[in-house]
């Protein structure tokens, strides 16, 4: 069965500091692997998805993921980061076959001035 | 591209009365729909997927009579939550697939239900 996991339920970090979110999976099959942002009140915004393609994948706003096989990893960093950045962000995979998705818990990025 | 709307965005009701949640596919063809629950400081709980003409699937736990989805058409899907009480009282987020990229769901904005 695939599953996906958060580590972290919130990480605060300073205006200008490196943001990184962790998310592992677990999956038989080649995963297709998704992160998206959500802002209070508002549906999800994809951020960026791994598809077997590069394993180094870039997104919106700045962010990007690296898809590490051997760590089961799909973790999502961005440089520098913002005040807009503070929102939660779910980790997901696609569920071979059925195509369901499995988020993660979430991870709340509270940024600091 | 690959545009989900809902509507309504936000909707109180009355206890004991059903409220009908639109997801409508814009521009592409949705073979298949997920309906999802988020409850406040959570993450998103599949609660059924449904496919066009078929009826939808539901996810352990969620009760089928309560929760009602129809997938009339390529476009558009509906959840109608029966007989509402406050502990529906949640933000239901729709998302739709399509055909040309099967892995990828493309998400609605979200509803947020109160049931006073």
């Known amino acids: 069965a695939q599953s996906v996991t958060q580590l972290g339920s919130h990480v605060s970090v300073s205006e200008g500091a490196l943001v990184l979110l962790r998310c592992n999976y677990s999956?038989?099959?080649?995963?297709?692997l998704f992160w998206y942002v959500q802002y209070p009140n508002q549906g999800l915004q994809l951020l960026l998805k791994y598809t077997s393609a590069a394993t180094l994948v870039k997104g919106i706003n700045g962010f990007e993921a690296e898809f590490k096989k051997s760590e089961t990893s799909f973790h999502l960093t961005k440089p520098s980061a913002h005040m807009s950045d503070a929102a939660e962000y779910f980790c997901?995979?696609?569920?071979?076959?059925?195509?369901?998705?499995?988020f993660g818990t979430g991870t709340r990025l509270k940024v600091l001035a | 591209g690959a545009v989900v709307s809902q509507h309504p965005s936000w909707v109180i009701c009355k206890s004991g009365t059903s409220v009908k949640i639109e997801c409508r596919s814009l521009d592409f063809q949705a073979t298949t729909m997920f309906w999802y629950r988020q409850f406040p400081k959570q993450s998103l709980m599949l609660m059924a997927t449904s496919n066009e003409g078929s009826k939808a699937t539901y996810e352990q736990g969620v009760e089928k009579d309560k929760f009602l989805i129809n997938h009339a058409s390529l476009t558009l899907s509906t959840l109608t939550v029966t007989s509402a009480h406050p502990e529906d009282s949640s933000f239901y987020i729709c998302s739709a697939k399509g055909l040309e990229v099967a892995y990828e769901q493309y998400f609605g904005p979200g509803t947020r239900l109160t049931v006073t």
């Open positions: 999956s038989s099959v080649p995963p297709y």
């Open positions: 997901a995979v696609s569920v071979s076959g059925t195509y369901k998705y499995i």
